[in-house]
Nanobody, 121 residues
Framework: QSQLVESGGDLVQPGGSLRLSCAASGFTLDTYAIGWFRQAPGKAREGVSCISRDDGSTYYADSVKGRFTVSRDNLKDTAFLHMNGLKPEDTAVYYC??????????????WGQGAQVTVSS
């Protein structure tokens, strides 16, 4: 049994911070790039960030650049999305995904179950 298990979703005030975790179960996460996606109600799923499997290169959507940071801890088989300066428009269900190469969305092998992030006063 192999899966990605997400945690860390919460209700937070505008300007606040959250850290989402994405832990590999049944496989080794360091062999994959890890992407983060989000989907708001009535909206299409969009890419947020990605970290490569080899050189650690990171990528961010313009909407989150400078506020979000993607990282990984290979000893724990876990990836993270650090979210700072959260805005109401960041409200969405956030999904992590394991893939071979950042940007190759057709090569996603595993999806997390989703974590609800709600930004509201």
């Amino acid at each position: 049994q192999s899966q990605l298990v997400e945690s860390g979703g919460d209700l937070v005030q505008p300007g606040g911070s959250l850290r989402l975790s994405c832990a590999a179960s049944g496989f080794t996460l360091d062999t994959y790039a890890i992407g983060w996606f989000r989907q708001a109600p009535g909206k299409a799923r969009e890419g947020v960030s990605c970290i490569s499997r080899d050189d650690g290169s990171t990528y961010y959507a313009d909407s989150v650049k400078g506020r979000f940071t993607v990282s990984r801890d290979n000893l724990k088989d876990t990836a993270f999305l650090h979210m700072n300066g959260l805005k109401p428009e960041d409200t969405a269900v956030y999904y992590c995904a394991a893939m071979w190469i950042c940007g190759d969305y057709g090569g996603i092998n595993y999806w997390g179950q989703g974590a609800q992030v709600t930004v509201s006063s």
